[in-house]
């Protein structure tokens, strides 16, 4: 009977003893329920839906509506009688309006040659980690521009299409890290009419936009456009330095560049300008955003 | 002699397994929410996806959730919220990890709404921080929910405000939890 006793006592011990031991864990979440990885994307690869001139893999999210003011001056090296290149300013304003996460679009007009813009951004590919995750955003950008100034040619017919140039282009980015982000974008540029036989009304181009962060509202960013083909006579590869500094619902781009052209038809087929002749212009963009559609699916 | 071991070895066996089976109740679809109410703004967010532990016996309970789950009505706040205040990526989670004090006092077999003091460590961007605060328990046909709320200091937590943002952002936040539980199959 003592013995029986006692082997009960032991079962009843052993038995009893890791379900205590369980409770007794201060980590209930982690001994009970396994947490699966579960698949994330990668945000804030830039600040703003621009690297400086050409677009990033950012965009603006559902319901936003992103009012950007552009402003190129000209060159620095006019000095001080023309303020630094303040005293001429060239300029674009835009709204870009996010239909959904990963599709915009948006207008704009340029003071430089009048010119109307538009454009439709569509995100094909999200970086993401976890299952099933891609280590690269894939995004696809088409525009339009036209140029509303008076006809320069009295000997040429004016017709509408003339003033017509398109630009297409398929941007790959990466967020390396917080740090790091670096995107290559190749861009096809047509230009119905160009103003030279030598010249081609095709041109090809590729985006190299990268941003180093600097601190939680402050970052460094680069923006570079070589010509690869179709390069029209006497312009440069627009190259643009700056910072992005954000402030709440503001985000300021503050740059040093060659271009003065605020679209991808301009920029790319038209700067003027060397950078490393010194050709370069102080600028801006400024971005005020503004929620239009405010998601429901929080309210209590 | 003999049936009286088996009768014994039944009650042992009946005995842990029920024990094992009905103490821990949970829950994955938790709500918390935060309010932050500022001169010019007030912040809202909530996220659905909270997970809960609570062990009716010892009266541990704990909470785990993930800070890229919090849903905003602007895009933007979301954003910096998660970029430039709670850093995300680097402090993924925020956990608490807790006591009912007054677990003795809460019949979790018999209906009704039980107040219970918890007293626990709370961790939110790397930082841990006690706190207390008194919540109810309320037990429904079978099933427990447990509701708390209470106001936390950003600064305890070492979340910045840039002195730009003072009049958008409060230093203080109040935190409300709602879960619901089941019971923990295992």
């Known amino acids: 009977m003592q013995k029986s006793f006692l082997i009960i006592t032991v079962i009843t011990l052993l038995g009893t003893i890791p379900v205590y031991a369980q409770n007794d864990t201060t980590d209930l979440i982690a001994s009970m329920i396994q947490d699966k990885p579960v698949k994330q994307y990668i945000t804030n690869a830039f600040k703003s839906s621009r690297v400086i001139n050409g677009h990033s893999i950012e965009f603006i ?240 | 002699m003999n049936q009286r071991k088996i009768v014994l070895v039944f009650l042992i066996f009946f005995g842990t397994y029920s024990v094992d089976a009905q103490v821990r109740f949970f829950t994955k679809s938790g709500v918390i929410r935060f309010y932050s109410k500022a001169p010019l703004e007030s912040i809202e967010a909530v996220n659905k996806s909270g997970t809960c532990v609570l062990d009716t016996k010892s009266g541990l309970v704990q909470f785990s959730i993930l800070m890229r789950g919090f849903e905003f009505k602007k895009a933007l706040m979301q954003e910096h919220f998660n970029e430039n205040y709670v850093e995300s990526n680097k402090f993924p989670k925020a956990e608490f990890k807790g006591q009912v004090l007054n677990n003795p006092t809460i019949n979790y077999g018999k209906e009704g709404s039980y107040i219970a003091n918890v007293k626990g460590r709370l961790s939110i961007h790397g930082e841990t921080k006690e706190i207390e605060t008194k919540g109810t328990v309320l037990i429904t046909g079978g099933k427990i929910t447990i509701n708390a709320d209470f106001n936390i200091l950003l600064s305890d937590y070492k979340i910045e405000i840039p002195s730009l943002v003072k009049d958008k952002v409060s230093n203080s936040v109040k935190i409300s939890t709602s879960c619901p539980l089941d019971i923990l199959k295992s």
């Open chain 1, 61 to 300: 999210g559902k319901g936003v509506l992103d009012v950007r003011i552009l402003h190129r001056f000209g060159y620095v090296s006019e000095g001080f009688g023309n303020l630094f290149g303040l005293d001429e300013a060239s300029m674009r304003m835009g709204l870009d309006y996010g239909l959904s996460n990963n599709f915009s679009l948006g207008i704009g007009r340029s003071t430089n040659k009048k010119e109307l813009d538009g454009f439709i951004k569509y995100r094909v590919l999200r970086q993401s980690e976890g299952p099933g995750s891609s280590p690269v955003s894939i995004v696809w950008v088409s525009g339009i521009s036209v140029y509303t100034t008076k006809w320069a040619d009295p000997l040429r017919k004016n017709i509408f299409s003339s003033r017509v140039g398109y630009y297409h282009e398929i941007i790959f980015g990466r967020k390396f890290s917080n740090f790091f982000t670096l995107q290559l974008a190749p861009v096809y540029v047509h230009r119905n009419l160009i103003d030279s036989v030598k010249n081609s009304n095709d041109t090809w181009a590729l985006g190299i936009g990268s941003r180093i962060k600097i601190s939680k509202r402050v970052a460094f960013v680069m923006d570079y456009h070589p010509v690869l083909s179709g390069k029209q006579s006497a312009t440069y590869n627009p190259l643009s330095l700056g910072f992005d500094i954000e402030t709440g619902g503001h985000v300021f781009q503050l740059h040093f560049s060659n271009a003065t052209g605020m679209n991808e038809k301009e920029f790319i087929t038209n700067t003027r300008g060397s950078f490393w002749k010194g050709d370069i212009r102080f600028g801006f963009n400024l971005s005020r955003v503004f929620t239009l559609k405010k998601r429901a699916n929080i309210a209590q």
